[in-house]
């Protein structure tokens, strides 16, 4: 796989922060068909390297990051807009996947259990239905690189599961994701890691 164009890279990244150093020379790289999750305590600088890679950082940081491929970007706090429904919310993406239509979009919310709540307003669905809409958006993504920060947040076990395979899928179709979280994955497939402070500590 190393021979294989990265979808995303960087080089010598570095941040620091509240005189603080997160992380300092890390490289990355993520190919087509890898998932690859960032470890570190809390604190350590997850959340802050995938906005950098995700290129919504441009200031403050040293080094180099090179995107080959369209990404989408899913944060910890969901991108979901209380006055609108799920429906509403998923018929357009702000980081410029497109728009949709109502049976893509159908499909995609009973993917992750929420058949029937298309058109509820978001404010009246709790937190962990608030992540399933937002997480509906990546059944419906045609980017190939899923960058995703704690994407099992509020989230119950048959849901964890369905989201770990739907990364494996992703991967075995070509494409690759690289996500945050304090869990690992009971998958039986490669995952490799960037553990934030490694480099600090070596």
Not at 48 to 55: D, T
Not at 74 to 98: F, S
């Amino acid at each position: 796989m190393a021979d294989v164009e990265p979808l995303l890279s960087a080089s010598g990244l570095a941040l620091e922060r509240g005189g603080r150093q997160l992380f300092s020379g890390l490289s990355v790289a993520v190919r087509p068909g890898q998932l690859v999750q960032v470890e570190g305590a809390n604190g350590a600088g997850k959340t802050s390297l995938l906005r950098i890679l995700a290129g919504l950082s441009r200031h403050g940081f040293e080094g180099r990051v090179t995107r080959s491929a369209p990404l989408l970007f899913l944060g910890h706090h969901p991108a979901v807009k209380g006055l609108l429904t799920p429906r509403e919310n998923l018929r357009w993406h702000p980081a410029g996947e497109g728009s949709h239509d109502d049976s893509a979009i159908e499909a995609a919310l009973a993917a992750v259990g929420l058949y029937g709540y298309e058109d509820v307003p978001a404010h009246s669905l709790s937190a962990g239905q608030h992540r399933r809409v937002n997480l509906a958006r990546l059944y419906l993504s045609t980017s190939p690189l899923w960058l995703l920060d704690e994407p099992f947040t509020a989230i119950d076990r048959d849901g964890v599961a369905a989201l770990q395979a739907l990364f494996v899928s992703h991967a075995e179709r070509g494409g690759a994701v690289l996500f945050t979280s304090h869990q690992p994955l009971a998958v039986s497939y490669r995952v490799d890691a960037v553990v934030l402070g490694a480099e600090l500590a070596a």
